[in-house]
Every structure is written in C-alpha cells, then in structure tokens.
C-alpha cells in the first residue's frame, strides 16, 4: 500500500492569491473601524468578515492526474449542466458542435482557475456583458466572459470560457496567447461567485455528469483518447 504524506500545515493554511491582498487589507481595516466605533460584538463582525476573505481566495495546491489526453476540471463546483452546442464563432474552433460541460462556483468554492489540458494557447477573446445570475443558462452567452483556446499536442482545440456572475464583477487571466501551459496550471480566477465552461473536442465524451462535484485541477472531465460513451451516474 502506498503511503501519502500529508502536509497538515499546507492543509489548514493553503496557499494565498495575490489577487486577494487588497480585499483582506480593506476588510482588516473595516475590522478596525468596526472596532474602534463598536466595541467587541462588531470586532467579531470584522475578524469573521476578514476570514472569510482569505478563505475565498485560497488557492490550495492539487494533484493534477499526470497521463496524456486527460482533461481535468477548470474550476471548484458543481457540474450544472452538459450538453451539445454550437462553439462561439469568434473562437474559430472546428468540427461543428461539440459538448459543453458547465461548472457553477459558489461564493463558498475555490476561485482560483486551472488550464484543463496542456498546449499551446492559441486564442483568448474577452466579451463584456451582462451580471445576471452565473445559474442561469443564458449567462454563458450574455455575460462577461472570457474565453481560452488550447491546442494540444496532436492538434485538438480545447476551449474553455470564465463567466462573470451576478455578483462577480472582475474576470482575471494570467495567460497570454502562444503560451505553452501544463495541465492544471494557474490561469486565473473570477471574484466572488461565477461559472466556467469547458468545450470538448468532436467525438469527446464527458466522463463527469450534472450534480457530481468538481475538484480544479484535479477532477478528470474527459479522456481525450477514449471512444467511450457518455458517463451515467446513480444517486446514493
């Protein structure tokens, strides 16, 4: 039997985005204030507000399955829905429709995006638009997105797309296009509640269903060398 060792103290504390600095000093100075002009009951108000902060922009480390094909999970969160679509024509992928496999983030999940399957980046279109609810289906094509394509080794196009939500008000990538990524690299993140998906190559099937829970960077979503037909999945 294989033996994990397990870091507790990376465990307890994971790592900290830089994106979220700001927001940890602005909710460690309301603390202050609350402090100052409210006494020990709305201490406790700042200091959970101050918590939460860092919690939302953890940004824990994973173990990304390391085989050639696998596409893992973008983002944290729930598998809302997955279907077959029409690719944006501004992405210039080819094949004609391909499955689409939407992952919705709660205020509650991990933030901080993944790359889902190494390459070349070989396209990143920003759309601004609307904040309507991340849940809804039409949000994947009125809100404010931004979309990434992957070329992969043997020239399959992977794209995925981060989707602003109702309370979300800033989409951040840190790639560029002609970047070569890893599987499961940093790319970004989206603040405070939104949704990301994910485009299949033709002939691709999910290996994951809607309701099953997403680990970024972690949870195998398709085996881009597998002929297999759709995942299906019982609830227990």
């Known amino acids: 039997m294989r033996r994990v060792n397990i870091d507790w103290k990376t465990y307890l504390k994971p790592p900290f985005h830089s994106e979220g600095k700001i927001f940890v000093g602005i909710a460690a100075l309301i603390t202050l204030v609350l402090l100052t002009i409210g006494g020990t009951f709305w201490l406790l108000v700042g200091l959970i507000l101050t918590t939460f902060v860092l919690y939302f922009f953890r940004n824990p480390r994973r173990m990304v399955p390391d085989k050639p094909g696998l596409v893992v999970a973008p983002a944290s969160g729930i598998v809302q829905a997955i279907g077959e679509v029409e690719p944006p024509a501004e992405l210039g992928l080819e094949g004609g429709k391909r499955v689409c496999v939407s992952i919705f ?110 680990i970024s960077g972690e949870t195998v979503i398709a085996d881009l060398n597998s002929k297999e037909a759709a995942w299906t999945a019982v609830q227990r």
């Not at 109702?166 to 990524?181: F, H, L, S």
């Not at 499961?184 to 993140?189: A, E, F, N, R, S």
């Not at 290996?207 to 829970?213: L, Y």
């Open 105 to 214: 983030l709660s205020v509650f999940d991990v933030h901080v995006n993944r790359v889902p399957v190494g390459g070349t980046v070989t396209k990143i279109v920003y759309t601004k638009g609307k904040t309507m609810n991340a849940a809804f289906d039409k949000a994947s094509e009125e809100n404010e997105r931004n979309a990434v394509v992957v070329k992969t080794a043997d020239n399959r196009q992977v794209a995925f797309t981060q989707i602003a939500g109702q309370i979300a008000r800033r989409i951040r990538c840190d790639i560029k296009e002609n970047q070569t990524v890893l599987t499961g690299d940093v790319m970004g993140l989206i603040r405070f509640g939104s949704k990301v998906d994910i485009l299949l190559p033709p002939g691709v099937n999910p290996t994951v269903v809607p309701g099953q829970t997403m």
